[in-house]
C-alpha cells in the first residue's frame, strides 16, 4: 500500500542588489527516495518584506470617505505608477522556464519605511496553494527607470513550504537473485528435486506398517464387526412408518392442544410468514435471510434503496457507478478527478473499465498513462484499482476488483492520470462500478 511522506520546508531568501536576473525561493530537490509515485509542493505561506531606502520619500494616497475599494484602488496605483519606484515581478516556472503572473511595486512611502506584501495572493484566493513537480516561483528586480536595487534598500521573501511524497510501501527491488540472500543456495542444494521419488525401503519402518495392514481392495461381513449385528438388531428399518400411539405421550399431548383456529389471527400471519420474501419498512427487518428482499422507506413511505440479504449483509439491489469523463486532450504529468462518498454506507466496488485515446504515436514499455483510483483523506490513501499500463488507442481496459471498503466522513474516490515517460497526448475516461452495503 502506498504511503505519504511529507518535508517542512522554510522560505528566507533575500535578492541581491544591481541584479535583474531571476531568483529561484523554492528547493524542489529529492531526497533518496526510491519508488515515488508522485511529488507535489504544499505552499503555505509566501510574504515579502521590503525596505526602499534608494528612493526618494512618497505621499499615501488620500482617499475620501465616499471613495470606494475600486476608487481607493485607483488613486494608489496611480500614486505608484507615476512615482519613483523599482519593479517586482513574481514568475510561475516549469522545467526552469518561468512566466510572470505578478507585479508589485516597490515604493517609498512617506512615514511608512517598511512594507511587507503577501505575494501568496498571486496564486490562489485560499490560504495556501499546490503546485505540481517540476514547477517553482522565481522573484526578480526590473528597472522602471529608477534604477535596480541598491546596498541601501532590502527585499526579503519567507515563508513555509512542504515537499510532499506518495511512495510504494517498500524499498525492495524484486525479484533478487538467489545468490543474494545468505545461504539459500546452500540450503537449496542439501534438499530433493521438486519431482523425485522413494522406494519402500528408503522409508523408516513403512515395509512392517504397509504388512500389517489389509489390502486396498478388500471387504468384510457383518459378523467380522464386533456386536454390529446386535446393534442393528436394535434399530427400525429405514423406510418404516410410526403411528400416535407408538411415541409415548404424543397422543395426550395432542389432546390438550388447542387448533389453529382457536387462536385469533393465527393462520393469516402464518400465511403471511410463509411469503415473506419481499419486506417494505423503515427499519431493518428482523432475522433475515439470505436471498431476502427489503424495500427500505422513509417516515413519508418514500423509497429510500432496495436492498438484497446476502453473506450476512444488506448489498443494494442495484448497481451503480462513478462516471469520470475525459477533460481535453492533456500530457502533463497527471490528471485528477474526485467525487464524494457517503459514509453512512461501505462501497461494494465490482470493476473498473477504462477507455484511452492516445494522440500521437505508439507507448511502449517506458512510455505511457494508467488509472490509478483509490480512497484518501488528508493522511491516509487506500488503493482501489490500478489499470498498469494502459494499451494503446481505444481499447476498453477492465480491472476486476469484487472488495468493499468503507469510508470515513473524510474520505472520498480519487481518479488519477498517472504519466510515465513521453507518452503522448490523450483522452482518458472512466466507470467504477459498485453496490452499497448497509452498515
Known amino acids: 500500500m502506498p504511503r505519504q511522506v511529507a518535508i517542512e520546508k522554510t522560505i528566507n531568501q533575500q535578492l541581491p542588489a544591481n541584479s535583474s536576473a531571476i531568483i529561484p525561493i523554492l528547493d524542489n530537490s529529492s531526497p533518496e527516495y526510491s519508488g515515488i509515485i508522485t511529488k507535489s509542493i504544499q505552499i503555505k505561506d509566501i510574504l515579502v518584506f521590503t525596505r526602499m531606502s534608494s528612493l526618494p520619500p512618497v505621499n499615501v494616497p488620500f482617499a475620501k470617505l465616499n471613495d470606494s475599494i475600486v476608487d481607493k484602488n485607483y488613486r494608489t496605483l496611480a500614486i505608484e505608477n507615476s512615482s519613483p519606484r523599482k519593479q517586482l515581478n513574481i514568475y510561475l516556472g516549469e522545467n526552469g522556464e518561468f512566466k510572470m503572473v505578478g507585479v508589485v511595486n516597490l515604493i517609498n512611502y512617506s512615514g511608512y519605511p517598511y512594507r511587507i506584501v503577501n505575494l501568496l495572493a498571486f496564486f490562489s484566493d485560499k490560504f495556501g496553494t499546490t503546485i505540481e513537480d517540476g514547477f517553482s516561483i522565481g522573484l526578480s528586480i526590473e528597472d522602471t527607470g529608477d534604477g535596480l536595487l541598491t546596498s541601501d534598500d532590502l527585499v526579503v521573501v519567507h515563508g513555509s513550504y512542504s515537499m510532499e511524497y506518495l511512495l510504494q510501501d517498500s524499498d525492495l527491488v524484486l525479484p533478487i537473485a538467489i545468490s543474494d540472500v545468505a545461504l539459500l543456495q546452500q540450503v537449496l542444494t542439501s534438499k530433493a528435486d521438486t519431482i523425485h521419488g522413494h522406494s519402500i525401503n528408503q522409508i523408516e519402518d513403512l515395509s512392517t506398517s504397509l504388512a500389517a495392514k489389509a489390502s486396498t481392495n478388500h471387504s468384510h461381513i457383518i459378523n467380522d464387526i464386533n456386536d454390529l449385528s446386535t ?14 400411539g407408538t411415541i409415548t405421550g404424543l397422543a395426550t399431548a395432542l389432546s390438550n392442544a388447542a387448533t389453529v383456529v ?47 440479504y446476502l453473506n450476512s449483509s444488506w448489498y443494494s439491489l442495484h448497481t451503480y457507478q462513478f462516471d469520470f469523463p475525459s477533460p481535453t486532450s492533456f500530457q502533463g504529468g497527471f490528471n485528477s478527478l474526485f467525487l464524494p462518498l457517503d459514509h453512512r454506507y461501505q462501497y461494494f466496488f465490482t470493476e473498473l473499465s477504462t477507455y484511452c485515446d492516445y494522440n500521437g504515436a505508439l507507448i511502449d514499455a517506458n512510455n505511457y498513462f494508467k488509472v490509478v483510483v483509490w480512497m484518501t483523506s488528508d493522511n491516509t490513501v487506500t488503493i482501489v484499482a ?10 476498453k481496459t477492465v480491472v476486476p476488483i469484487n472488495a468493499a471498503f468503507s469510508p470515513t466522513n473524510k474520505e472520498f474516490v480519487e481518479h488519477r492520470t498517472l504519466k510515465t515517460g513521453n507518452a503522448p497526448g490523450t483522452r482518458i475516461a472512466s466507470s467504477l462500478k459498485y453496490r452499497l452495503i448497509r452498515k
Open 231 to 244: 446393534v442393528l438388531n436394535g434399530k427400525a428399518n429405514n423406510s418404516h412408518i410410526q403411528e400416535i
Open 262 to 308: 382457536y387462536v385469533d389471527g393465527l393462520i393469516t400471519v402464518l400465511n403471511n410468514k410463509i411469503n415473506a420474501i419481499s419486506v417494505t419498512s423503515s427499519t431493518v427487518p428482523n432475522n433475515p435471510f439470505p436471498g431476502q428482499i427489503w424495500h427500505e422507506v422513509s417516515s413519508a413511505n418514500q423509497l429510500v434503496e432496495d436492498w438484497i
Open 386 to 395: 490500478d489499470t498498469g499500463a494502459l494499451p494503446n488507442s481505444e481499447f
